[in-house]
T-cell receptor, first 108, second 112 residues
Framework: GIQVEQSPPDLILQEGANSTLRCNFS?????LQWFHQNPWGQLINLFY???GTKQNGRLSATTVATERYSLLYISSSQTTDSGVYFC??????????FGTGTRLQVFP | DAGITQSPRHKVTETGTPVTLRCHQT?????MYWYRQDPGHGLRLIHY???????DKGEVSDGYSVSRSKTEDFLLTLESATSSQTSVYFC???????????FGEGSWLTVV
């Protein structure tokens, strides 16, 4: 099956800094989603982005399907951005495979 | 927020007892999923449903069964709970491949 690797596993930032999170996958995908899990455990869908670039406020994501990676950019980070970011992928299926996540801590 | 309710939210049970977790949605989404989350593993799919009475296995289905008798309800049953099934269980809903999925708030299960 498809393997998903996320990097870095942990990231510590000061408020206002920018960051880039990476998701590498081992095979073709046509379904890729980014999620944020807040410190209370709630999982929020950030982007559905099997290819191309999308932006939502301070967050943007780019997926280069031919090179099998996706990037999540967080600009001007805030303490509320803290939590774990997951990438999930699939191909011609609704069974998503999740990476193990990047844990982000933003300090004031 | 998507209308997804999981119950119970927290449960402690003894090894060998049956446990049923319920996921209820008000969005009329066709697809429903059960995931478990464990440290170091991210989220792993247990079972999913693509319609009433239509279910399929995920990555980690051993020891679990599911049922979906109505569009809005998806039940996950541990027939005989084991300590390895201590985990956080998340229900999710979606419209199928090519669409975003939405998660419930999770159910914390401890098997002692």
């Amino acid at each position: 099956g498809i393997q998903v690797e996320q990097s870095p596993p942990d990231l510590i930032l000061q408020e206002g800094a920018n960051s880039t999170l990476r998701c590498n996958f081992s095979d073709s995908v046509n379904n890729l989603q980014w999620f944020h899990q807040n410190p209370w455990g709630q999982l929020i869908n950030l982007f559905y982005i099997p290819s191309g670039t999308k932006q939502n406020g301070r967050l943007s994501a780019t997926t280069v399907a031919t090179e099998r990676y996706s990037l999540l950019y967080i600009s001007s980070s805030q303490t509320t951005d803290s939590g774990v970011y997951f990438c999930a992928v699939g191909y011609n299926t609704d069974k998503l495979i999740f990476g193990t996540g990047t844990r982000l801590q933003v300090f004031p | 927020d998507a209308g997804i309710t999981q119950s119970p939210r927290h449960k402690v049970t003894e090894t060998g007892t049956p446990v049923t977790l319920r996921c209820h949605q008000t969005e009329n989404h066709r697809y429903m999923y059960w995931y478990r989350q464990d440290p170091g593993h991210g989220l792993r799919l247990i079972h999913y449903s693509y319609g009433v009475k239509d279910t399929d296995k995920g990555e980690v289905s051993d020891g679990y069964s599911v049922s979906r008798s109505k569009t809005e309800d998806f039940l996950l049953t541990l027939e005989s709970a084991t300590s390895s099934q201590t985990s956080v269980y998340f229900c999710a809903i979606g419209q199928g491949a090519g669409n975003t999925i939405y998660f419930g708030e999770g159910s914390w299960l401890t098997v002692v």
